[in-house]
């Protein structure tokens, strides 16, 4: 593992913090907290606590606290890498002993940066919650309860020039070190520090692994700018992060994520259960945050502001999704401005639906299109079917082609022939039988996809049985995969059971006996030889994962076979009005193009 930061999160996240202390001191279990006598000073009633689910302890005796490393850093007496490298051999995590000196500070250096922006979000936080303050009551005039602002650690930077900077030296931190962080401004002509943030609701940025690397800062009066971010540093880019993915990569349906501006429109979407969303920082979208979220999902769901900024914005994602062959979708906000507006308008039952009906990139590039011509001037027309086929040229798949002149020649009533000539150019007329030809060939029913006999079942019991019965595969595992991707209600009945259960070292067959499982699937679970399969290949556990995958596609594509079928038969044989008739041809189209969008997303896998 060459990244340093990547070694030291990797042995963040293999070390159970609980685990790990209990191997010092006894710890009495209180839900996701424990607390037991402080091994750092002498006490006859424990005020030493540990937070599972956040990884960190804290005595409220001494004041000793932080992450599993600092426990190990103090406990055994040793220095940073002295304390990284035990944890990771204990955990067998590769740890390369002839690392340079400029590695080692630079490892240093990250630990360092990652605990004075944990502290200072500690410090807002507090600042939010402890007395009375214009951050507060902003969060809470935008509909935020209490519960979200804990969830995302919001806080308050007061209208002081030094306050945080005050704190921080206070805990030991040196000045030149508070610079570097980029939370302290210094000025050199006169020799000043002072804080970068003053009178701001904090955001604390996490990276996807859930430290703490910058912050967002909003105004509260007419100071400018608006929105203030930390600036880079060896910590944080702004190109490089989402906001949320922390949060996002753990409930991503459907393979999908929705992509918003800013914080509050994210956060008010959490508030409202909605969870598989990420934001840009307020920024245009970057090439290496399209890379990112190609990691978690092959679906973007767009929903930018409507303003004319956030139309240009939209467009530009377009450009860089599609350069990572990422589906792509656009959610349409009526009448509001931006997410924030639409769900506390419409809550969460009209949002999903929003999500239901957000539309192909292409017809939102269309519909942004015809908004330039007046279609009762016939040039106007003519102008926008050649701009219209401009942007059906750039697709790759003939039947998304196929799928869009058509598309264009409903919706505006513009020759499907001159259509197909201006997308496929001059030499239209001279292949006009081979197209015609492609055309027959391409309405012929989409074969169905055949499964081994049983197939989904075997497959989704086998993975099951992993996940129960190896607990590292199993945190692994848990990122790359949701409920929704398995086909077997009994499946998904266990697989909640495995995740509320995570940190077993082995789930039993007796622990799920209480679920409403089915005599046969227990008795498989039973038989199911898993000796066969070698679990310290990250390869085969992959391919496990997508066949649980494939075969949940394979499904959706045959129902929505079956309701093509359906609409088609409908035409057929009933006495359907002309706008009907374009109704359901219109929808037997939008059910082709998700089988496409289902196809890419297979071939993704």
Request: some cysteine; proline content about 2%; aromatic content about 10%.
């Amino acid at each position: 593992m060459n990244n340093m930061r990547d070694l030291i999160d990797e042995v963040k996240s293999r070390c159970d913090i609980v685990s790990i202390i209990s191997q010092y001191i006894s710890l009495k279990n209180s839900g996701s907290s424990y607390s037991g006598l402080c091994p750092f000073h002498s006490e006859k009633t424990g005020s030493f606590h540990v937070n599972q689910n956040k990884q960190i302890y804290k005595c409220f005796g001494c004041g000793e606290g932080g992450d599993v490393i600092n426990f190990i850093m103090k406990i055994e007496n040793l220095d940073f890498m002295e304390a990284v490298k035990l944890l990771a051999e204990q955990n067998g995590i590769e740890f390369k002993t002839n690392l340079s000196e400029a590695d080692k500070i630079k490892m240093e250096n990250i630990k360092l940066m990652q605990d004075i922006h944990l502290n200072a979000a500690r410090f807002y936080f507090s600042n939010l919650i402890s007395s009375k303050n214009p951050g507060y009551d902003y969060l809470r005039k935008r509909g935020l309860s209490d519960k979200i602002i804990k969830k995302f650690g919001l806080g308050y930077s007061p209208y002081s020039w030094n306050s945080l900077m005050e704190y921080l030296l206070s805990m030991g931190y040196e000045k030149n070190d508070l610079v570097k962080s980029g939370l302290i401004t210094h000025k050199e002509k006169d020799n000043k520090y002072f804080d970068r943030f003053r009178n701001r609701v904090m955001f604390p940025i996490f990276d996807y692994r859930g430290n703490v690397i910058g912050f967002g800062g909003r105004v509260l009066d007419d100071s400018l700018p608006k929105y203030l971010n930390s600036p880079d540093t060896i910590l944080f880019n702004k190109r490089y992060n989402l906001y949320g993915l922390n949060y996002a990569k753990k409930s991503i349906k459907n393979d999908t994520l929705i992509l918003v501006e800013g914080y509050m429109d994210l956060i008010s979407l959490y508030e409202q259960g909605i969870e598989n969303v990420v934001a840009t920082l307020g920024t245009a979208l970057t090439n290496e945050q399209g890379k990112l979220i190609k990691r978690y999902a092959s679906t973007a769901i767009i929903s930018y502001d409507s303003d004319e900024a956030g139309v240009k914005a939209t467009l530009r994602a377009i450009e860089i999704l599609r350069g990572q062959n990422i589906n792509i979708k656009i959610l349409n906000l009526k009448d509001c401005k931006d997410p924030d507006d639409f769900i506390k308008k419409y809550k969460k039952e009209g949002f999903l639906k929003a999500i239901d009906d957000s539309v192909s990139h292409i017809v939102f590039q269309i519909n942004i299109l015809k908004r330039k011509f007046d279609f009762n001037k016939d040039e106007h027309l003519i102008k926008f079917a050649k701009e219209a086929a401009l942007i059906i040229k750039t697709l790759s798949s003939p039947v998304e082609k196929d799928f869009y002149i058509k598309y264009v020649s409903k919706e505006f009533n513009i020759s499907l022939e001159a259509m197909k000539e201006e997308v496929f150019g001059k030499k239209y007329n001279d292949r006009k039988n081979n197209y015609k030809k492609f055309i027959k060939n391409e309405q012929k029913p989409i074969e169905k996809i055949e499964n081994i006999k049983n197939g989904e079942k075997f497959v989704e019991e086998t993975f099951i049985k992993l996940l129960m019965e190896n607990k590292e595969l199993r945190i692994i595992a848990l990122l790359k995969i949701s409920e929704d991707d398995f086909l077997i209600k009994d499946s998904k009945e266990i697989f909640n059971l495995i995740i509320k259960n995570k940190e077993l070292d082995k789930i039993t067959i007796d622990k799920i006996k209480s679920l409403n499982i089915s005599e046969e699937y227990l008795n498989d679970l039973d038989n199911i030889p898993l000796n066969s399969i070698n679990t310290y290949n990250s390869k085969n556990v992959d391919e496990i994962i997508k066949n649980v995958k494939r075969n949940k596609f394979h499904k959706e594509v045959e129902a929505l076979l079956q309701k093509q079928k359906e609409l088609e038969t409908s035409l057929n044989h009933s006495s359907l009005d002309k706008d009907s008739m374009k109704e359901v041809e219109l929808e037997i189209m939008k059910i082709s193009l998700k089988i496409v969008d289902i196809q890419k997303s297979l071939k993704n896998l």
